[in-house]
């Protein structure tokens, strides 16, 4: 097995250990975030096809599916207001092979991102009022 698949698993069941099923971990490879799975009916692999629609290929005895880097906020909100939970592991440059090859960058949850986004009634009203002072953070309602 490679080692990016042996890592994968590893780290699926450690992270669904703990978040529990619903848990999708994106292991970064070059530029690109993959999920594998033995079987098309493993939640990851469920999840890149009928969730966020990715093309699901079989190599050899697994399942994979992939998609670019940087398209991975454009993938988020829809697997997250789905109930998942992700994990992204970011490859990591080493010089030594003895060295850790993968890290843990962030673990998203959807109540997490959700409370992200709240904005309260005073915000509004600053902002409504002042709009040249707080243009930074200024956000659009509708």
């Not at 629609?53 to 050899?60: I, N, R, Y």
């Amino acid at each position: 097995m490679l080692p990016i698949v042996e890592k994968y698993f590893i780290l699926t069941k450690k992270f669904r250990d703990q978040y529990g099923k619903n848990t999708v971990i994106f292991i970064q490879e070059g530029d690109s975030y993959k999920v594998f799975g033995y079987y098309l009916h493993d939640e990851q692999i469920k999840v890149c096809e009928n969730i966020i629609h990715l093309h699901v290929k079989k190599e050899d005895s697994l399942f994979t599916s992939e998609f670019y880097y940087n398209m991975h906020k454009y993938y988020e909100n829809t697997i997250l207001s789905n109930d998942y939970t992700i994990v992204y592991v970011d490859e990591v440059k080493t010089s030594l092979p003895c060295e850790e090859r993968w890290k843990v960058r962030e673990i998203r949850s959807f109540s997490e991102v959700h409370a992200d986004n709240q904005c309260d009634l005073c915000t509004f009203l600053y902002a409504s009022c002042c709009p040249s002072i707080f243009a930074t953070n200024l956000r659009t309602f509708t």
